[in-house]
T-cell receptor, first 114, second 115 residues
Framework: DSGVTQTPKHLITATGQRVTLRCSPR?????VYWYQQSLDQGLQFLIQ???????AKGNILERFSAQQFPDLHSELNLSSLELGDSALYFC?????????????FGSGTRLTVV | GENVEQHPSTLSVQEGDSAVIKCTYS??????FPWYKQELGKRPQLIID?????GEKKDQRIAVTLNKTAKHFSLHITETQPEDSAVYFC??????????????FGKGTKLSVKP
């Protein structure tokens, strides 16, 4: 157990639907990062939050949004889902703003859009 | 901003041989370089890291070297075993985080160790 908790582990939904992925960072970590990993692909950075505020944004689609709550858990919302959104979605956390001590990844949410 | 290139994209070795994965980075101010191992369907896990004030670091069969002048760093795995088969990602942390967050990842190397 890495200390980063992601739920649900698996999600199957239809095109056009909306889903919410949840992440609880490791205790004490203030930064949360979201990544998308499609089959045999690398880690595509989506967005970072630090202590409740958005800090960095990658190539995140407009259909996707995220937030970090006062208790530091984060949610990634995916709407108007398309087949191409099927992927593993990872959340990671770090204790500092710069990530100079590496990230700890959660086990991921496998999203399948049918 | 920072850019990290990783080679090779795939690597196949015989059990017991050594494996080397190389990464280059572009931002000379980058100061932290972790390596992650990702087994199929699982989360990336930190296996070793190195900071810019150190040239080499070892942990059992794994070592990482850093050449700041050439802006490249490498992962060395000796006496490879089938359980070393995985995708390995290098990363660099620029001094100032940018549009990709604070760790810039390479595209990964798929290592296969044949018994």
């Amino acid at each position: 157990d890495s200390g980063v908790t992601q739920t649900p582990k698996h999600l199957i939904t239809a095109t056009g639907q909306r889903v919410t992925l949840r992440c609880s960072p490791r205790s004490g970590d203030l930064s949360v990062y979201w990544y998308q990993q499609s089959l045999d692909q690398g880690l595509q950075f989506l967005i970072q939050y630090y202590n409740g505020e958005e800090r960095a944004k990658g190539n995140i689609l407009e259909r996707f949004s995220a937030q970090q709550f006062p208790d530091l858990h984060s949610e990634l919302n995916l709407s108007s889902l398309e087949l191409g959104d099927s992927a593993l979605y990872f959340c990671a956390s770090s204790g500092d703003r710069q990530g100079n001590y590496g990230y700890t990844f959660g086990s991921g949410t496998r999203l399948t859009v049918v | 901003g920072e850019n990290v290139e990783q080679h090779p994209s795939t690597l196949s070795v015989q059990e017991g041989d050594s494996a080397v994965i190389k990464c280059t980075y572009s931002d000379s101010a980058s100061n932290y370089f972790p390596w992650y191992k990702q087994e199929l369907g699982k989360r990336p896990q930190l296996i070793i890291d190195i900071r810019s004030n150190v040239g080499e670091k070892k942990d059992q069969r794994i070592a990482v070297t850093l050449n700041k002048t050439a802006k490249h760093f490498s992962l060395h795995i000796t006496e490879t075993q089938p359980e070393d088969s995985a995708v390995y990602f290098c990363a660099a942390s620029p001094r100032y985080g940018g549009s990709q967050g604070n760790l810039i990842f390479g595209k990964g190397t798929k290592l296969s160790v044949k018994p």
